[in-house]
């Protein structure tokens, strides 16, 4: 009986009607199936890619070194060349002043080093019509007082946490910071302590042994080198030399008293077209400019240039909600500079493309000739508060200069 049943069932089984690709391929679809791969499809219509540009850029450049192989000289010598004015954040206790005679530059003591601090820092230098940024030294934002790890020890204190949830904490204070430097519409120049040692090395010309200080591991979070665009280490006869760089000319360089030679490289390479000459052909897809008001929607504003930031405006502004989202920021970021006038302002933009809302346009186009205007409002507001930067306190942050003192080259 068993070997009938196992015959018989090998038998049944002989007569299934065997699988094919082709039978699969050419059953019919269902109608959900249809619709995921519709949605599929039309989530990547908007990604478009375009032509490479090298836009005028900023640098980041880090250098680190031990104590008095030139980090904050050489700093200040590149800002100069790359051109002022220039913002010190100084962490060394007045150090960077000894140099004031030599070059002219605006200080910032600080002595607690939250790296919360340095997005508002950044902004403050902006605002205020700095070229250049140097923070001297980065490292104290990493285990200086309030710093990350002096934040991760208190949370672990706190919580009774063995490092993992405090790290959740801090780390994205420390992606915001980096987020900042890289998005800086200026120079940033950075120095790095690094762990130091002393090793014995037997001079050529005299054959004896002398010590000699040499740096070691960077004195900041693990990869931070990834986020500049130089990297080089300083050593006791202040060579610099390249560790990283996306400047090809520089690459694996070695610059003795790095100056006016070094920066002239880093202009050259930095130079590319300017924004609002390189804006992307227009696809079918994307918003066209708004052509002028013609009768009753004039607006007597000044004339805005299209530049990537009101494309990027007009761009989310596809939806009724998107248009009401864009325009409150705009008029937030109007009422950050001149407070209530602005928003008066605001209003007064509303009303002369005849609405008192967002939520009242209908359409999209004269919610963009809105936008545009709102624009060419805010960019004059901020030509202002570069200009009237002294009379704009940002959160008590206020970069001064210091009288000449004397200065010899070292740290």
Known sequence: MLISARNGHEAENAQQPVARPAAAQSRPVSRNESQIND?????????????????????RLAITGPSGSGKTYTLLKLA??????IAVVDTERGSAEKY???????TLPLDSFSPDLIPRLIEAAVVRGYRSLIIDSLS???CGTDGEFDQVEKVKRRLRDNGFAAWREVTPKHNRMIDAMLGAPIHI????????EWVVETDERTG???PRKIGLQPVMRDGIEYEFDVCGDMDQENTLVITKSRCPKLASGV????????????????????REQAMPEPSSKAPVAPESPKKSGAVNGPQTVVTEELDAIWRRMCSPRGVVKELENLKAAIERLPGSTGV??????????????????????????????????????????????SQLPLENIDFHREAPTNAVEGN
């Open 255 to 274: 610059f003795p008293k790095p100056g006016k030679e070094f920066a002239d490289v880093l202009k050259a390479w930095l130079g590319g077209v300017q």
């Open 39 to 59: 949605t599929s499809i039309a989530s990547l219509a908007p990604l478009q890619f375009r032509k490479a540009v090298k836009h005028d850029a900023k640098v």
């Open 208 to 210: 004896k042994a002398k």
């Open 100 to 106: 004031a005679d030599l070059f002219e530059f605006d």
């Open 80 to 85: 100069t060349e790359l051109g002022g004015p």
């Open 189 to 196: 120049l950075v120095s790095l302590r690094v762990k130091t």
């Open 344 to 389: 008066a302002e605001y209003y007064r933009i509303l009303r002369q493309h005849g609405i008192d809302h967002p939520m009242r346009f209908k359409a999209r186009q004269p919610a963009r000739l809105c936008a545009k205007d709102l624009f060419g409002l805010l960019e004059e507001l901020r030509r202002n508060a570069r200009e009237n930067a």
């Open 140 to 142: 104290h934002f990493w």
